[in-house]
T-cell receptor, first 110, second 114 residues
Framework: LAKTTQPISMDSYEGQEVNITCSHN???????ITWYQQFPSQGPRFIIQ???TKVTNEVASLFIPADRKSSTLSLPRVSLSDTAVYYC???????????FGQGTELSVKP | DTGVSQDPRHKITKRGQNVTFRCDPI?????LYWYRQTLGQGPEFLTY????????KSRLLSDRFSAERPKGSFSTLEIQRTEQGDSAMYLC????????????FGSGTQLSVL
């Protein structure tokens, strides 16, 4: 499974757009990228998933360049409630175990 | 759909005791995962089931840990002869086997070994 690298922490202010970039240099052809969000004392929650180009849902956008060696999670106009840890994961098409890294701790300030 | 349920939410035990946790997955999900998480770290994979079959178990998991999923429904994770290093949040997740499956996590069981 491809290993991922993300910044340990990021700070932002309410109303700003936040972009968290993840590196996955060894991603394989059949691998896809998923982002999860985790609040304290809760399990991770699925945010968004993609294979290439751009994916958007009601929560976030995911940008994946053509070489797929990185991906960027974009959170538009963050609020205090977006303060959480964000994990980037790479998984195979057929599922199975996902390996979590240390994640990015996002702190949104008023 | 009531989500993934874990019981208990908190468990305090003394070193050397055995503990058992239960996970009830989303009913139509056939895959069930166990992870362990310590403060400041991401969840660490322990094991997963497809229906009642245990398909993979982490090499990091000592033989004091055992998991079962009888009849492919709920699952239990037992830790025998607990050690202080076992203190962690134990997370359960379930998914429906398929293309690029998504994991749905429970709120976890927080274990404290004194």
């Amino acid at each position: 499974l491809a290993k991922t690298t993300q910044p340990i922490s990021m700070d932002s202010y309410e109303g700003q757009e936040v972009n968290i970039t993840c590196s996955h240099n060894n991603i394989a052809t059949n691998d896809y990228i998923t982002w999860y969000q985790q609040f304290p004392s809760q399990g991770p929650r699925f945010i968004i998933q993609g294979y290439k180009t751009k994916v958007t849902n009601e929560v976030a956008s995911l940008f994946i360049p053509a070489d797929r060696k990185s991906s960027t999670l974009s959170l538009p106009r963050v609020s205090l409630s977006d303060t959480a840890v964000y994990y980037c994961l790479v998984g195979t098409d057929q599922g199975g175990k996902l390996i979590f890294g240390q994640g990015t701790e996002l702190s949104v300030k008023p | 759909d009531t989500g993934v349920s874990q019981d208990p939410r908190h468990k305090i035990t003394k070193r050397g005791q055995n503990v058992t946790f239960r996970c009830d997955p989303i009913s139509e999900h056939n895959r069930l995962y166990w992870y362990r998480q310590t403060l400041g770290q991401g969840p660490e994979f322990l094991t997963y089931f497809q229906n009642e079959a245990q398909l993979e178990k982490s090499r990091l998991l000592s033989d004091r840990f055992s998991a079962e999923r009888p009849k492919g429904s709920f699952s239990t994770l037992e830790i025998q002869r607990t050690e202080q290093g076992d203190s962690a949040m134990y997370l359960c997740a379930s998914s429906f086997e398929g293309f690029r499956e998504k994991l749905f996590f429970g709120s976890g069981t927080q274990l404290s070994v004194l």
